[in-house]
């Protein structure tokens, strides 16, 4: 008996040796840091004033243009910027950024960070164009970027720039496209943290014909919502409206389309099952008159594309004019309108939306939205944010904004976006294998 218990001893002894030499287990913990990257607001270029809307002064800035990447509170919760291009730590909150050229133009723009692509569906760079392409790279290292060009001829071929750290360039979009009176442009960063903004201003002579912001869009996709194009009648009428489409693929796409409005909803005429050649710019006269004032653009295609709505608008006896570009479906974050007033236009099957606003002394007052097709709120001159949430699905959105120098649109698109990196961990592996 006792040598049965030493053997049986022996046995398992040799049984945990001989396991342990050829199994080899590794216990491994993953962590992560989450965190909102820093959001790119456009540059102060010459002739223009730009006021960046914040919520709280409490918030983290720095310029590019320096060798410092210091950041310090702003002090202010509508920070006026004099030259270069603002970078600031605004988390959940999406900055916006307004810029205008006194009695001529005004634009605006939300602050963002930096995307692996961008594409504007937009401007001009015709013998009228005064408009520009500014591109900045807020990074610590070389950015190189490959600037792609569409027009109504096609596709021309692309160009490549390079940008020192911390740096913006600003290229005339006269000298991408020489004479196209229709473009859209790709912006592909290979390197860098880099953002895009796109201005299309124009002039003939020394007479001012307006000006405006081009808000970048995503990839193409076969379903647009173009939810806010401003409609302005008068005597002589109403303004008049162009829609302006890019299939960027190889294949013609074939499009429907719906106007959705307080007044109804139908099919405009001209638009409605036309096909649309790839690679080209093409522009169609969006021939409509809306009494509420506003309306929204549905299209859907057998082909992703790409579109946005020119629109010549009158305010306070200026007149000016405004691009209205796609929007991603709306999801939950919150808008800097310190200074702005916008008036939110929803669109959708079904919209539902609560709109939470924090005024200037703290307080807060949650609206819910609830409409079919359509829904318009005109956020008060107290209100320095709003807070987007119980948002129902396909519903999609913008703002629409308007001073004494012209008329702006923002796409209620998040700027920045919860992201998450691995944290490095220690593995004594790495020394003793």
């Known amino acids: 008996m006792k040598n049965q218990r030493i053997l049986i001893l022996a046995i398992a002894t040799a049984t945990v040796l001989f396991l342990s030499n050829i199994l080899n287990f590794t216990v491994s913990t993953s962590r992560f840091n989450s965190s909102y990257p820093a959001s790119v607001c456009p540059p ?234 790839h690679k080209k710019v093409i522009e169609i006269p969006l021939d409509v008159t809306m009494e509420s004032g506003k309306f929204a653009l549905h299209i859907s295609s057998d082909q992703p594309i790409l579109g946005s709505v020119f629109s010549q608008t009158l305010v306070k006896g200026k007149r000016d004019f405004v691009w209205s570009t796609a929007a991603e479906d709306l999801t939950e974050y919150t808008l800097a309108t310190t200074g702005l007033a916008p008036t939110l236009v929803f669109t959708g099957t079904g919209i539902k939306v609560n709109l939470e606003l924090t005024y200037t002394n703290g307080k807060t007052k949650t609206i819910k939205i609830a409409a079919e097709d359509i829904a318009t709120y005109v956020v008060p001159d107290s209100v320095r944010a709003v807070s987007f949430s119980a948002i129902s699905s396909g519903t999609s959105g913008a703002a629409l904004i308007a001073s004494k120098s012209g008329y702006g649109y923002i796409p209620l698109n998040a700027g920045s976006v919860l992201a998450k990196s691995s944290v490095p961990a220690s593995n004594i592996r790495v020394l003793n294998p």
């Open 44 to 277: 102060n270029t010459a002739g223009l004033s730009t006021a960046i809307s914040l919520t709280s002064p409490k918030t983290l800035v720095r310029k590019t243009g320096t060798s410092s990447m210091q950041t310090s509170e702003v002090g202010i919760r509508r920070f006026a910027v004099a030259a270069q291009s603002a970078v600031i730590e605004a988390g959940v909150i999406t900055p916006v950024a307004w810029q205008v050229r006194t009695g001529v133009w005004a634009g605006a723009v939300p602050c963002s960070a930096p995307v692996a692509s961008q594409w504007f569906v937009g401007a001009t760079a015709d013998i009228t164009s005064k408009g520009s392409l500014n591109v900045v790279n807020s990074g610590l290292g070389r950015a190189l970027v490959e600037i792609k060009l569409f027009t109504e001829n096609g596709a021309i071929t692309p160009r490549t720039i390079s940008l020192k750290p911390n740096t913006f360039t600003s290229i005339s979009l006269a000298s991408l496209a020489p004479g196209s009176k229709q473009i859209a442009i790709h912006l592909l960063p290979r390197s860098g943290r880099v953002n895009g903004f796109v201005i299309d201003e124009r002039g003939k002579g020394l007479k001012a014909l307006g000006g405006d912001i081009v808000n970048s869009t995503g990839e193409p996709i076969k379903k647009l919502q173009i939810p806010a194009i401003p409609q302005q009648t008068g005597r002589r009428g109403s303004t008049p409206h162009t829609l302006r489409l890019l299939v960027p693929g190889d294949v013609d796409a074939r499009i429907t389309a719906v106007i959705k409005s307080t007044d109804g909803t139908f099919a405009p005429a001209g638009i409605d099952g036309r096909v649309i050649a």
